[in-house]
């Protein structure tokens, strides 16, 4: 039997609390895990909010599951340690080897070196971990195969916002919804049975909706009134003649007329059914005055009544007309005269606009043959065409050939089965169905009274199309600086 307490030699004691928390390394590792967790807790406090406002969703998985599980966890192991030691400590007892003095230096040594562990590693990691998390390299270049959708954020309005502002809904229980999805992309990605090309989040259903992510920073409401929208387009002759069209958009707001005043912020509630996963072919429509209570139904031309009710109806969102605010990919000739416009491709070469659009649309095995073959083939036509221009200029069309390329390469994934008009932009009506999806003066109501709206001054007015010198823009002083960023 191990002598009393009152018997125990100086410096000695039977039953060393301290001694406790050190004699096993169950027990030393449960201290462990409870020092970090606190730690690290500490941690993240200040990851409290996103960089660009709103709340981080990380946080909340790690403070509020993470976190909790490796605090208890380490208790569960201190208290095993606890009582899987107590054999030990009896034998040390017996032995008189036992040293309380000894014990409490012991456990210091052990607290300092583990906080120390933990101020290093936390405060160099956890935060910088959490921002890792958010960042498109991280999503594209590590979890998921979207290098699409990488290239196209890369060069994007919206270049700077982590993918999670987007793409995770606020709360932990957005985090633990986008972690689920995450793993059924995981198993996708291992097992290569992911779908190509991949569906828009509207399509497939897991859109975050545009209130819980775009309405932080964008809201209908807001008075935006008008904005100059000036749009160059490039022919294919020999000048590649540039010309303007200049239009004046009627954005609107809570009190201004316009489109977001017709379709959110004058006061109104938009449903509609789509009978198709990408929602192009809308044939039932309803829009209701929040104020009234006043509702009217429009159904487009063809449609049943009975049709339209069997199939599933949204309520209008942000993201039904913005469809592409971030990853875009552009047709090619909006893309070759987005190119001629910033001046990678020099305008001033011969017909640089058509051959440039022949190869953009001509067929290729794969991406890496397509950066080679454009650039020698445009160089292969200004040798054999234009051959003092290949001599003289050797550097232009060098360029030429490389932007070019680069236009093929940003809108263009053929491993992941993206090519031209893969993605329909659904902003404007010009280049995919767009507003035309209900404006198209079919969608009707059933007593034919009242049909949706297809006057284009509701929207914007044309100040100029297709002009090579709009007068707008000389009397709104403005031409002046298109010259000269035409002449640098």
Request: with cysteine.
């Amino acid at each position: 039997m191990p002598p009393s307490r009152s018997a125990a030699p100086d410096g000695q004691r039977d039953r060393p609390g301290f001694v406790l928390l050190t004699s096993h390394w169950l027990t030393r590792l449960g201290l462990v895990l409870v020092i970090t967790a606190i730690c690290t807790w500490l941690f993240f406090l200040p990851a409290g909010h996103s960089e660009h406002g709103g709340e981080n969703p990380y946080r909340g998985l790690v403070v509020y599951l993470i976190l909790p599980s490796v605090f208890a966890l380490g208790l569960v192991l201190g208290v095993i340690g606890v009582f899987a030691g107590r054999k030990r400590i009896r034998d040390r007892l017996a032995a008189g080897t036992l040293n309380s003095a000894t014990a409490v230096r012991g456990l210091i040594v052990f607290l300092a070196v583990t906080l120390a562990g933990n101020l290093l590693i936390g405060s160099q990691a956890s935060y910088r971990a959490i921002q890792y998390l958010e960042t498109p390299q991280f999503c594209g270049g590590v979890c998921h195969s979207e290098r699409p959708e990488f290239v196209a954020h890369r060069d994007s309005n919206h270049a700077s916002v982590a993918c999670a502002e987007c793409h995770v809904a606020p709360g932990q229980a957005g985090w633990i919804q986008s972690k689920m999805n995450g793993t059924r992309q995981l198993w996708q990605e291992i097992t290569n049975t992911y779908e190509r090309p991949c569906p828009p989040a509207l399509a497939s259903g897991r859109l975050v909706p545009s209130r819980e992510t775009c309405e932080h920073c964008h809201w209908a409401q807001k008075i935006v009134a008008t904005r100059l929208l000036l749009i160059p387009s490039y022919a294919e002759d020999e000048r590649n003649t540039v010309s303007y069209t200049v239009l004046l958009m009627l954005v609107g707001g809570t009190r201004m007329q316009g489109i977001h005043n017709a379709h959110f912020a004058g006061g109104y509630e938009i449903r509609y059914a789509a009978s198709d996963a990408m929602r192009e072919t809308i044939p039932w429509v309803e829009r209701r005055n929040t104020r009234t209570g006043e509702t009217q139904t429009y159904l487009a031309d063809g449609t049943k009544a009975d049709q339209a009710a069997g199939l599933d109806k949204h309520t209008m969102q942000c993201v039904d007309c913005h469809n592409r605010p971030t990853h875009d990919f552009l047709l090619p000739g909006r893309a070759l005269d987005r190119a001629l416009a910033l001046g990678r491709i020099p305008n001033t070469l011969p017909f640089v606009k058509k051959e440039g659009l022949a190869l953009l649309k001509a067929d290729y095995a794969s991406n890496a043959e397509a950066a080679w073959k454009i650039p020698e083939a445009i160089a292969a036509y200004y040798a054999k065409g234009y051959p003092q221009i290949a001599a003289e200029r050797p550097a232009d069309v060098a360029a030429a050939g490389k932007a070019i390329a680069a236009v093929y390469d940003r809108n263009v994934f053929l491993d992941q089965k993206v090519t031209w008009g893969t993605y329909a932009n659904n902003l404007g009506h010009v280049d995919f169905p767009g507003c035309f999806r209900c404006h198209d003066g079919s969608h009707e109501t059933s007593d034919k009274k009242h049909a949706i709206n297809q006057d284009c001054s509701s929207c914007h007015e044309v100040l100029a199309q297709d002009e090579e010198s709009p007068a707008i823009l000389k009397k709104l002083g403005v031409w002046d600086h298109i010259e000269a960023m035409k002449s640098r």
